[in-house]
């Protein structure tokens, strides 16, 4: 049954049912409640909640729970994410599952708590230092907050890789009517045997590492990499879409912005407009082969983001200049209207028509 959540509470539990075994974070607005909830409910079952010093010593703390085998997670925003990527970059390297939830807020520096999309470069090209890229998930409401905080351990799990949820604060912060899904047993990853460290047990011990001193050893750890994306790549392309089967113009957006371009997408139909809506669900792998399709078909794209234009420069690449790719967004943590969509949309298909 339906229930009215907030976000964070909702992620978190989420993370819960779906069977995270430890939580380490460290508190920054727009995410705390995550934390909080995560506080209270873990020692409730028996699994670990540890709020670490920092940033810093939370991925660390990550890192050596994920070398286990064991669903863990940590959550944060922006800056905390910033002081991370040392320990995703080795997290990447050493093929263990990790989910983390970033809720962002405004930026760059300290910036605000309000709502903002400005991470999306930092968390889609690496999120650290080397070649690799993280999944990640981008909601644009609570129940999808939900649903896609359990696929992501799921998909933790299958690529033993970094996946981030990428929301914002308003979805951190908003309530509305989600179902959370039904608990699942604690348990660890389903391959654990084969690379986890769970004490040699009469076998050769695992050794997880993210150092390898030789360049062509590097070298071939770095095409293990390579070839695990180009898999992520291939099959975890994932997008909503609507109204795109005879659109000129299509509008692209992700998560709260996508959201509110839809409602501005539907109120351009109602006038007469022919104009589709495209909603990234995977920042990465960009579901750069179904937009490329569209992209043979659409006069022109308009991309809608809350920061200075980030996604856009990958919508861009996907089209290649088959047709124009204009971009309009707001910063600060300012949440555009449906309304000032609706006047970019009526602008630029007054252009192409």
């Keep these: 049954m339906p229930e009215l959540l907030k976000g964070n509470e909702a992620i978190a539990e989420a993370a819960i049912r779906a069977g995270v075994e430890a939580y380490f974070g460290y508190p920054i607005t727009p995410q705390t409640e995550l934390l909080e909830h995560m506080s209270r409910r873990m020692p409730e079952l028996g699994r670990v909640f540890l709020q670490a010093e920092s940033e810093v010593a939370a991925i660390n703390m990550v890192y050596g729970a994920a070398c286990t085998g064991k669903r863990v997670m940590t959550s944060t925003s922006g800056p905390g994410i910033s002081l991370m990527q040392e320990g995703l970059s080795y997290i990447a390297a050493s093929h263990v599952p990790v989910v983390i939830i970033d809720i962002m807020r405004g930026g760059p520096g300290l910036g605000n708590i309000q709502p903002s999309q400005g991470d999306y470069f930092q968390i889609t090209r690496s999120a650290g230092h080397g070649d690799y890229h993280s999944i990640v998930l981008a909601p644009s409401s609570v129940q999808e907050s939900i649903d896609f905080t359990v696929l992501a351990f799921d998909l933790a799990e299958k690529y033993r890789h970094i996946v981030f949820v990428a929301g914002d604060g308003l979805i951190g912060q908003m309530m509305e009517p989600a179902e959370l899904p039904p608990m699942r047993p604690v348990r660890d990853a389903p391959d654990a045997d084969e690379w986890a460290l769970q004490g040699a047990k009469g076998r050769d011990p695992h050794i997880i590492t993210s150092i390898h001193l030789g360049a062509i050893p590097l070298e071939k750890a770095n095409l293990k990499i390579q070839a695990k994306l180009a898999e992520i790549r291939k099959n975890e392309q994932r997008y909503v879409e609507s109204d795109t089967h005879d659109a000129d113009l299509i509008v692209v957006g992700f998560g709260t912005a996508g959201r509110i371009a839809g409602s501005a997408v539907k109120a351009a139909r109602e006038q007469g407009m022919k104009v ?78």
């Design 276 to 353: 589709g809506m495209f909603r990234p669900i995977t920042l990465w792998p960009f579901p750069e082969d179904r937009l490329s399709e569209l992209a043979d078909q659409a006069k022109a794209f308009l991309v809608i983001e809350m920061n200075a234009g980030q996604m856009v420069e990958d919508v861009r690449l996907v089209v290649n200049g088959r047709a124009p790719v204009e971009f309009w967004g707001r910063m600060g943590g300012v949440v555009p209207l449906p309304e000032d969509v609706f006047d970019q949309i009526e602008a630029l298909y007054k252009k192409i028509s």
